[in-house]
């Protein structure tokens, strides 16, 4: 499955310099950006996508073992089902007038799956969604200031972090995140704490007790909570008067149907759904409490699109499939297997890694003082044996045992090289182009 030399990724890198120019940062989304992954190399567009295999403008096919659409996509590409839902949804009409029904039938599936929510409200993306939550956290306690662990999106709310401290944000997902346009005048009200740290929440709250509106964080991510500390932060609100608010916006469907807090027992009073719910097409839950929720009405949160019909639908037929094909099961065997792989190819090959991450969101880092350099290379070698393939593996449903045995043969011979480039000090020579970006960068 050798790519030709000379020609692959080509077309796509030239309509990205194009893009460049057009479009600032060249891409919407950070991880998107072919200078995250390959700089000059990675094929940057995709003219389409089926399951797991993706082709390049080029033609050329490339078999997805990285971010399954940056964790969009839990079901595989197109996956059929969830298409021909959306496709008779077009056929009926994305939009209209009135209301469309599915977005009441996707309520009642969401506060059944749990439990403890009794309202729901919109939005189409992850961010927003979160924007979304804190405006109600906000309206709802009549506080600014917000605490808050890890990454939830782009907004003034969290960016807010930054103006006070530049590296304020360092060690939640992305460094370096510019508040560049964010009003200064939002200084102080969002005060960042690690995950697993109740220690530093519990300072948080001592210097801001009455101040509170919400503590925002993601119920799990790399790592498992530690014992009790979910629990605390419930306290802790509980407490001070403040709303929990958990971003499941990636942690939600890949253990479970549903959101990942269902697991631990400990109910926040909102919590927020994206990107896998709907396989691949916009749609964003703001789910909680009633007394919490009901806040929304003394707030103006309102937008046309948020009323189009594909986004539900997508996610009815998602989560429908999801259930019925107990996709959470598949995505943990599947991500199991490629961390073990991961190890075990490491091991023969004599290089020295780091696997972490929950098994359907999992990574490795490189245990070397050029670790990027050398991740570049992985990614660089990886794609001219016809994989998109980085530090990272996002499992789907798509992804068969199949695919996993023979990416991780590649894997085993691709890091033999590296050990072999890494001895002779050869990394640098042997990329191809520049090394990838580690987080948030100007592009020239
Ligand atoms: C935990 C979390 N919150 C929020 C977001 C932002 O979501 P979106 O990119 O859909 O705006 C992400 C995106 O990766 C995320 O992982």
New binding site residues.
């Given amino acids: 499955m050798t790519a030709d030399e000379g020609t692959f990724g080509s077309s796509g890198q030239e309509l990205y310099r194009k893009a460049r120019k057009i479009i600032p940062g060249g891409t919407q989304?950070l991880?998107k950006r072919p200078e995250m992954l390959l700089p000059n190399l990675w094929p940057s567009y995709y003219s389409r996508a089926k399951g797991v295999e993706t082709w390049g403008l080029d033609g050329k096919k490339y078999i997805d073992m990285s971010y399954s659409a940056?964790?969009a996509c839990i079901l595989g590409f197109a996956d059929p089902d969830v298409d021909e839902a959306v496709i008779d949804a077009i056929r009926k009409g994305s939009m209209s007038t009135l209301n469309c029904p599915e977005e009441v039938e996707l309520a009642e599936l969401l506060c059944n799956l749990h439990p403890w929510a009794e309202n729901v409200r919109y939005a189409r993306?992850?961010?927003?969604a979160?924007s979304v939550a804190v405006r109600i956290a906000r309206a709802k306690t009549k506080r600014d200031k917000i605490a808050f662990c890890?990454?939830?999106?782009?907004h003034d709310w969290y960016l807010a972090a930054n103006l006070a401290a530049e590296d304020a944000l360092d060690g939640h997902?992305l460094p370096g995140l510019e508040p560049a346009g964010v009003p200064r005048g939002l200084r102080g009200t969002a005060i960042p704490f690690h995950y697993n740290r109740i220690d530093e929440l519990e300072a948080i709250v001592s210097a801001n007790k009455g101040d509170l509106a919400a503590i925002v964080s993601?119920p799990l991510?790399n790592y498992h909570p530690a014992p009790g500390f979910l629990e605390r932060m419930r306290e802790i609100a509980t407490e001070i008067g403040a709303v929990l608010i958990f971003?499941e916006?990636?942690?939600a469907w890949r253990l479970n149907t549903g959101g990942a807090h269902l697991l631990y027992n400990v109910q926040p009073d909102m919590a927020?759904l994206?990107?896998a719910m709907s396989n691949g097409y916009p749609m964003?839950a703001i789910i909680g409490r009633e007394d919490v929720m009901q806040a929304a009405q003394n707030s103006f949160i309102s937008s046309t699109y948020w009323t189009e019909r594909i986004g539900p639908t997508a996610a009815l037929a998602t989560i429908e499939k999801h259930r019925h094909c107990n996709v959470a099961e598949h995505l943990i065997r599947i991500g199991s297997a490629i961390q073990s792989g991961w190890q075990k190819a490491a091991e023969r090959a004599g290089i020295s890694i780091h696997v972490s991450g929950i098994p359907p969101l999992g990574h490795f880092d490189f245990e070397y003082t050029n670790a990027q350099e050398i991740r570049t290379l992985f990614t660089q070698i990886m794609l001219e044996k016809g994989y998109l393939a980085t530090n990272a593996f996002y499992s789907s449903y798509a992804h068969s045992d199949h695919h996993v045995d023979c990416y991780l043969e590649e894997v085993e011979r691709t890091f033999e090289v590296l050990v072999g480039a890494i001895e002779k000090g050869e990394v640098e020579r042997l990329l191809k182009g520049p090394v990838a970006h580690t987080g948030f960068y100007r592009l020239a």
């Fill in positions: 989304l991880s940056i964790g993306g992850g961010g927003e979160m890890g990454y939830h999106g782009w997902l993601e991510r971003d916006v990636s942690a927020v994206a990107k964003a």
